[in-house]
């Protein structure tokens, strides 16, 4: 094997092992994100969940008013202040 062969074959020994060691990196920056996009989209249906618990209690208390409101013969818009509403 002359010169000339011996440092391409070490050159390309040193481009594979590199190659090998990017392509380590990707994979395990893919699987980082990977986890990272599933603990997001956990935190999304929580979220959700508890923005239609919340929706639900708004529009139960929306009800309530509007019964009391009718009990004492005033409107939502029209009802006094200071009676803690």
């Known amino acids: 094997m002359t ?3 011996r440092r391409l074959t070490a050159a390309l020994e040193r481009l594979s ?3 090998e060691t990017e392509q380590r990196r990707h994979s395990e920056q893919v699987g980082a994100l ?3 996009v599933e603990a997001l989209r956990a935190r999304v ?3 959700t969940e508890e923005n239609d618990t919340l929706r639900r ?3 139960r208390l929306s009800a309530q008013v ?3 409101s009718e009990c004492y ?3 939502a818009a029209a009802r006094p202040r ?3 509403w």
């Open 3 to 5: 010169d000339l062969e």
């Open 17 to 19: 092992e590199q190659y």
């Open 34 to 36: 990977q986890r990272q």
């Open 45 to 47: 249906e929580r979220q």
């Open 57 to 59: 209690q708004v529009e």
């Open 66 to 68: 509007t019964r009391l």
């Open 73 to 75: 013969g005033t409107s």
């Open 82 to 84: 200071g009676h803690g």
